[in-house]
């Protein structure tokens, strides 16, 4: 089988660090073209930076890095520094990057991309609020129906909100994008906080990256011990939960993850409920299914897989 040809589009945040290494690592699964930031848990300078950072963690300098929007479509930028730091990847003592930020607009090589290649064969994984993606959707609509699929983290239908009572942060942040995102038409994977929040760096489970011994194991495990404090306090969950790692290991591995075709709808007017995302998990509407909303992982799997390809960086 040939590597799934793959964008990654990102918001690092240590999470997204985590499904960046292992997408790095997997290449006869993934090849990735291109890595776009957007503005998001931190903004834009530092998320283009972080990318890099990662990048250059795995050893994997000619990846091109684009910085792409760096402000939702239509809301002021809501960051999130509680959760992931001043910088956005604290934790691990990483140097800055050497290797240079790509001249080219992220929304650009987005849409040059999809053009270039053969229609369905580019897949595009959001990591972050969905601003990039929309903008692309925006400004040149002839590249949707040549999206392969977009496999995306956000949302949440038992889990709820994280950012708000009722929204989860990626969503939130950019209602509108992610709005435009889920009525496009293009196939959709959804990672929600309903399977995120069950993928959990228990002790045991970060022993064994820090175990690796190696510069890319030592960090993850560094940016998790730092993680995890939020989430341990506020859930009071055994670890952090590893977010944006179940869109790389899906596909790398789908037979790890089990959800359901339904309609999701995005909040995008009601101040109370802004970016919540409506989902018809139960079938109680006849709105047509428009994403394969995930619910749950093999997640004993989902760590010996990471843990796998983290030893080969
Ligand atoms: C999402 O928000 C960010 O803080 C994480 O990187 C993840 O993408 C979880 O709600
Ligand atoms: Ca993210």
Known sequence: MTARKIIIDTDPGQDDAVAILLALASPEDVEVLGITAVAGNVPLDLTAKNARIVCELAGK?????????????????????????????????????????????????????????????????????????????????????????????????FEVGNITPAAEFNIYVDPQAADIV??????????????????????????AFRALGTAAGVAVAQMTDFFERFDKEKYGSAGAPLHDPCVTAYLIRPDLFSGRHINVEIETTSELTMG????????????????????????????DLLTERLARL
């Open 182 to 207: 889920f009525k496009s038409g293009a196939p959709i994977v959804v990672m929600p906080l309903d399977v995120t929040h069950k993928a959990l760096v228990t002790k045991p489970r970060n022993d």
């Open 276 to 303: 919540m995302t409506v989902a018809d998990w139960w079938g109680v509407t006849d709105r047509p299914a428009n994403a394969l909303f995930i619910g749950n992982l093999d997640a004993d799997g989902f760590f």
């Open 61 to 157: 300098v000619d990846v091109p890095v684009f910085a792409g929007c760096d402000r939702p479509l239509g809301r002021d930028l809501v960051t999130a520094e509680h959760v992931h730091g001043k910088t956005g990847l604290d934790g691990p003592d990483l140097p800055d990057p050497t290797m240079p930020l790509q001249d080219q607009n992220g929304v650009d090589f987005i849409i040059d991309t999809l053009r270039d290649n053969d229609p369905g064969t580019v897949t595009l994984c959001p990591l972050g609020p969905l601003t990039n993606i929309a903008t692309a959707f925006q400004k040149a609509p002839d590249i949707v129906e040549r999206v392969q699929e977009i496999v995306l983290m956000g949302g949440a239908y």
